[in-house]
C-alpha cells in the first residue's frame, strides 16, 4: 500500500522559509515522479510542483517560480519542498502526490494527508 | 494556458439519484490528460477517473468519465451516501509541463 506522511509545516512570518518533507513506503519511489499540490483553506487545488524521477526534470507553478525549490533523496525515499519569500498567499495545506510516471505522468494516483502551513505575522 | 471550467459549482441531490458533473476546457485537452478526483472534509483527494474514463484501481463502477476535446463529464449513475463530496477535474499540460485543476464541483446532500 503507497504511504505519503508529510511533515515540516508550521506558522512562519512573512518573508521567511520552510522546507517541507514528505516520507514515501509501499512503491519503488525512484520508479515515479512526485508533485507537492497546496489547498488554501476553504479553497481548491492548486498543483506546486514537479519532479522527475532521478531528479533530473523540475516544474513549478508561476505562483511558486523562483521561490521554491522541489528536491528528493531517493536513497531515503523522501521529498522535498524548500519554500522560501514566504507571502500569506502561501498559506496551505501541502499535499505530497505521487505521479503516474516516471517524468511526469498526466494524473496523480496516491496522496499523503498534508502538512499545514501558515503564514502570518 | 488551458483553464478548466466545472458546473455546477453545487449539485444538490438525493441518494440513489444520478448526478453528472461536467468539466469544460478553455481550448481542446487530450483525453489521456484529464483526470477526476473526489474530495471528503478533512481528507486528500483521491484518485476517480483518469485518461478521461479509466476507472482508477478500487473505483465503484458507479462512477463513470466520458468526454473528449473541451468537454468532459462525471457520471455517478446512483449516489451513496459516501459519495457526498467536492469533486475535481484536472488536466496536464505538456507545453509548457504544468497540472490545472478546476474549480470543483460540491454535491451535496438534498
Known amino acids: 500500500e503507497v504511504q505519503l506522511v508529510e511533515s515540516g509545516g508550521v506558522v512562519v512570518q512573512p518573508g521567511g522559509s520552510l522546507r517541507l518533507s514528505c516520507a514515501a513506503s509501499g512503491f519503488t519511489f525512484n520508479d515515479y515522479a512526485m508533485h507537492w499540490v497546496r489547498q488554501a483553506p476553504g479553497k481548491g487545488l492548486e498543483w506546486v510542483s514537479l519532479?522527475?524521477?532521478?531528479?533530473?526534470?523540475?516544474y513549478y507553478a508561476d505562483s511558486v517560480k523562483g521561490r521554491f525549490t522541489i528536491s528528493r533523496d531517493n536513497r531515503k525515499n523522501s521529498l522535498y519542498l524548500q519554500m522560501n519569500s514566504l507571502t500569506t498567499e502561501d498559506t496551505a495545506l501541502y499535499y505530497c502526490?505521487?505521479?503516474?510516471?516516471?517524468?511526469?505522468?498526466?494524473?496523480?494516483?496516491?496522496w499523503g494527508q498534508g502538512t499545514l502551513v501558515t503564514v502570518s505575522s | 494556458e488551458i483553464v478548466l471550467t466545472q458546473s455546477p459549482g453545487t449539485l444538490s441531490l438525493s441518494p440513489g439519484e444520478r448526478a453528472t458533473l461536467s468539466c469544460r476546457a478553455s481550448q481542446s485537452v487530450s483525453s489521456s490528460y484529464l483526470a477526476w478526483y473526489q474530495q471528503k472534509p478533512g481528507q486528500a483527494p483521491r484518485l476517480l477517473i483518469y485518461?478521461?474514463?479509466s476507472r482508477a484501481t478500487g473505483i465503484p463502477d458507479r462512477f463513470s468519465g466520458s468526454g473528449s476535446g473541451t468537454d468532459f463529464t462525471l457520471t455517478i449513475s446512483r449516489l451513496e451516501p459516501e459519495d457526498f463530496a467536492v469533486y475535481y477535474c484536472q488536466q496536464y499540460g505538456s507545453s509548457p509541463r504544468k497540472f490545472t485543476f478546476g474549480p470543483g464541483t460540491k454535491v451535496d446532500i438534498k
Open positions: 502526490a505521487k505521479a503516474s510516471g516516471r517524468i511526469s505522468g498526466y494524473y496523480f494516483d496516491s
Open positions: 485518461g478521461a474514463s
Open positions: 519532479i522527475s524521477w532521478d531528479g533530473a526534470g523540475t
